[in-house]
């Protein structure tokens, strides 16, 4: 069996082969982000996402950390920090699975198939329950405003951060 250290360097070589964009933080196999497109047919269609992962030492054995770097408007993603709740790596992780996992099934099933009964954010989770086009309509707005390429390119700011360099223009 090979030693996690191999595994994990295999698994990221293998990610950034693929077709997904990874960008390495400080050079380091256990720290980097990868650029994440929502599903097809789902409310998060042309919305582009930084996700962090961060490799533990443990991995294979123990789940990545995953978390998405710009907001996105989702019952089990927490708006502010990004971290996302998903059962499968956080709770029902396995060796078998791998970093494509994440970004081919997991990570695109939570966009498709939101959990609002176990929510980090209560006003997504309530939005959807109580009035689903509300829910998809946000939704939306969110992509716009936070999930294009110029944005997770660094091209462009979302209105809230031009908001804050417009207060430190002002100072």
């Known amino acids: 069996m090979a030693s996690p250290s191999k595994r994990r360097e295999m698994d990221v070589m293998k990610l950034m082969m693929s077709d997904y964009e990874v960008t390495m933080n400080n050079d380091s196999t256990t720290d980097f982000n990868v650029k994440f497109y929502g599903p097809k047919g789902s409310p998060y269609d042309g919305g582009v996402w930084q996700v962090h992962v961060d490799l533990p030492d443990q991995y294979p054995y ?11 408007f989702h019952p089990n993603v927490d708006e502010m920090s990004g971290s996302v709740c998903l059962d499968v790596i956080n709770q029902t992780w396995s060796p078998m699975f791998d970093l494509i996992n994440v970004f081919e099934v997991f990570l695109p099933q939570l966009l498709l198939y939101p959990n609002p009964t176990d929510p980090l954010n209560g006003e997504a989770a309530a939005l959807l329950m109580r009035e689903p086009e509300k829910y998809t309509n946000k939704v939306r707005e969110y992509v716009n405003k936070y999930a294009t390429e110029a944005i997770v390119n660094g091209d462009a700011m979302s209105e809230d951060d031009s908001d804050v360099s417009d207060l430190s223009d002002a100072e």
């Open 62 to 72: 123990k789940s990545p950390s995953i978390g998405f770097c710009n907001r996105i």
